[in-house]
């Protein structure tokens, strides 16, 4: 329903098929440390363990709230280990720039995969400041650190967006916002030479530190909306297509294209691609 007129063109967002050139990326690399935000969290270890085991990572720096007092971070630690990669799990507020460079003192950085997120869901009428700081202190802020301190144009610089930012959500105009300024700030890294990709996701079948607050009821009236959850296979399949493909933005979420087409009128238009009228 909304639309962009640039340069005589009306511009309508719309939700395709990734048919993008797939480029082949310069990679993490083995010999620099891949940092992970949010990396002892739902999210972030399974990320983790999927660089290790797959792109051959061998040095990590998991950034969290609580780093290795985190629930599951040593347990997560000595399984990487075991497989002959190099962590660290430090405890870091990702929004403090100071905090974020003395993590990263000494260190040649390779990688950056930020998957750090809060919610603070409510109306917007009752989004106070310190509410909506509370979703963009580790979204937002936390992504401009990252972007003003990783400036390598061959490191890959992956953020962890969210459906939210495209389709919008109900109570989540904080969460829905902060999710759109990733996409937005990734665009203007590409512009200016440099690697991005943001991955909007959708719901993850496993429970995650913001899935895990989602009662039986309104996950299943997410599955009803047409967006299925991910297993994690799939996930990480789509983790590494974003990191092939030609393109900024994916929206990284498994559609069920029956049960869009069974919402009829009250199909949002930006499923028209997909789902003709």
């Known amino acids: 329903p909304q639309v962009a007129v640039r340069g005589g063109v009306v511009l309508v967002p719309r939700v395709v098929v990734d048919e993008s050139a797939v480029v082949e990326p310069a990679g993490f690399g083995c010999d620099g440390t891949v940092v992970i935000t949010g990396g002892t969290g739902g999210l972030g270890s399974v990320v983790a363990r999927h660089l290790v085991a797959e792109h051959g990572v061998r040095n ?79 979204k937002v802020d936390a992504a401009v650190v990252l972007d003003e301190v990783v400036r390598g144009a061959g490191v890959p610089f992956v953020v962890f967006s969210s459906a939210a930012g495209v389709l919008g959500g109900a109570g989540q105009g904080n969460y829905a916002a902060a999710n759109a300024f990733l996409d937005a700030l990734v665009q203007r890294r590409r512009a200016a030479g440099l690697s991005g990709t943001s991955l909007a996701w959708g719901p993850w079948a496993r429970v995650t530190g913001l899935t895990g607050t989602l009662d039986a009821d309104e996950f299943s009236r997410i599955v009803r909306s047409g967006v299925s959850p991910l297993e994690d296979s799939e996930g990480l399949a789509l983790f590494d297509h974003g990191l092939r493909a030609g393109t900024s933005l994916i929206f990284a979420t498994r559609l069920n294209l029956p049960a869009l087409r069974g919402r009829g009128a009250s199909l949002p238009p930006i499923y028209r691609a997909l789902v003709p009228a």
């Not at 780093?67 to 997560?76: D, M, P, Q, S, V």
């Not at 405890?91 to 603070?120: F, N, Q």
């Open 60 to 138: 990590l720096l998991l950034l969290s709230r609580r780093g290795a007092r985190a629930e599951g971070a040593g347990e997560l630690c000595a399984e990487l280990e075991a497989a002959g990669t190099r962590v660290s799990a430090v405890a870091c507020d990702v929004a403090d720039r100071d905090a974020v460079l003395a993590a990263l003192d000494g260190l040649s950085v390779s990688g950056v995969v930020h998957a750090a997120g809060a919610l603070d869901d409510g109306v917007v009428g009752s989004l106070t400041p310190e509410r909506v700081d509370t979703v963009f202190g580790p």
